[in-house]
C-alpha cells in the first residue's frame, strides 16, 4: 500500500501539495486525476522518492520512501519524459536495471521482445517517442516490481500498442498482486482499468474512492417536467422542455424523489470518469467556454 499522509510542499512561495492525503491499496490499479497544475506530477515524485516532503508521510507498507534504497528497488516508476543514457541500446539498460533491481527478470526480458520487436543493437535515443516509450515498458516489467507508478504511461503510442501495453500491466496485477499508480488526461481510458480513482485540485485531493462507488454516487437526470424539490444538483441545462442535471446520489435516491412528482418523462444515467471530473471540479465553471474567434 502506497500512502501520503498531511504532505505538504512548498517551491519558493508556491505550494505545491497543500495537507495531501491519498492511498492507494495493494493490488489496486489506482487513477490519479487533475487539471494541469493540480500537483499530480509532484506527488508521483514524492511517492518515487524524488523529492522530500516539507511535512507530512510519504510511505509504502508504513516505511519511509526518501533515501531508502531497498523500498525504491521494488518500484517502477515510468515518467512522462523518458531519459536513457545517451548512447545506450536496450540490452545496456538492461544490464544497468539488473544491477539495480534484484528480481529482474532475463527470461522474461527475452520474451518481451516477441511484443514490443525492438531493435536490440541500436542506440534508445535513435527510437521514436512511442518506441522509447515501448522500451520504457519493456524494462519496467522486466524489473518484476511491487509498485509501478506511471505518468501519462501510453502517450505517443498508437492504438494497437497501447491496449497491448494495458493488457500486460493488467496481467501483472491479476498474477502478482502489483500495485500500479497511473496519472492521465485520457480519462475514457482510465476507465477501462482503474479501480480506484482520486481527483486532486490545487494540491489536494477533492475525492477518493472506488470507480464503482464514484460512479454510484453521482447521477444524470433527463427530465420533462417541473425539477422535484430535494435532489442535490451539481449541474442542470435545458433544451425545450428536456432538462438534464447532474445530481449528487446514487439512481436508486434520485429514482424514488423523481417518481414522486409523476413527471411527463425522465430518465436516469450513469456518468463517466469525465463527466465526473468536470462536475467535480465545479460544473459549468470548468467546462469548454464558447468564444468567437
Known amino acids: 500500500m502506497l500512502e501520503m499522509k498531511h504532505v505538504t510542499k512548498c517551491f519558493d512561495r508556491f505550494k505545491a501539495l497543500d495537507d495531501l492525503t491519498l492511498t492507494v491499496p495493494k493490488g489496486a490499479v489506482y487513477g490519479l486525476v487533475g487539471p494541469n497544475g493540480a500537483g499530480k506530477s509532484t506527488a508521483i515524485r514524492h511517492l518515487t522518492g524524488i523529492y522530500r516532503q516539507d511535512s507530512g508521510e510519504v510511505t509504502m507498507e508504513g516505511l519511509p520512501i526518501y533515501e531508502n534504497p531497498a523500498i525504491k528497488s521494488r518500484m517502477a516508476y515510468i515518467p512522462d519524459d523518458i531519459f536513457y543514457f545517451p548512447s545506450a541500446t536496450l540490452e545496456e539498460m538492461r544490464k544497468f536495471y539488473k544491477g539495480i533491481y534484484p528480481q529482474f527478470d532475463d527470461d522474461l526480458f527475452q520474451r518481451l521482445y516477441e511484443v514490443f520487436q525492438l531493435p536490440k543493437k541500436s542506440p534508445i535515443r535513435r527510437f521514436s517517442k512511442g518506441m522509447q516509450k515501448q522500451a520504457a515498458f519493456h524494462l519496467a516489467l ?63 485531493i477533492l475525492l477518493e474512492r472506488s470507480l464503482a462507488d464514484m460512479q454510484g454516487s453521482v447521477t444524470k437526470l433527463q427530465l420533462v417536467g417541473d425539477v422535484p424539490e430535494g435532489l442535490d444538483i451539481l449541474h442542470e441545462t435545458s433544451s425545450g422542455r428536456l432538462k438534464t442535471l447532474i445530481l449528487r446520489g446514487s439512481m436508486e435516491q434520485v429514482r424514488s424523489v423523481v417518481q414522486q412528482t409523476n413527471p411527463v418523462y425522465f430518465d436516469l444515467l450513469p456518468l463517466s470518469l469525465e463527466e465526473i471530473f468536470i462536475y467535480e471540479l465545479g460544473g459549468v465553471n470548468y467546462e469548454v467556454k464558447n468564444i468567437v474567434l
Do not use: K, Y
Request: hydrophobic share 40%; charged share 25%; net charge negative.
Open 142 to 204: 522486466c524489473c518484476r516490481p511491487d509498485v509501478m507508478i506511471l505518468d501519462e504511461p501510453v502517450d505517443g503510442l498508437d492504438p494497437v500498442m497501447r491496449r497491448q501495453v494495458w493488457s500486460l500491466l493488467l496481467s501483472d496485477v491479476a498474477q502478482r498482486q502489483t500495485t500500479v499508480l497511473v496519472s492521465s488526461h485520457n480519462l475514457r481510458e482510465l476507465e477501462d482499468v482503474c479501480d480506484h480513482v482520486g481527483i486532486m485540485d490545487s494540491g489536494r
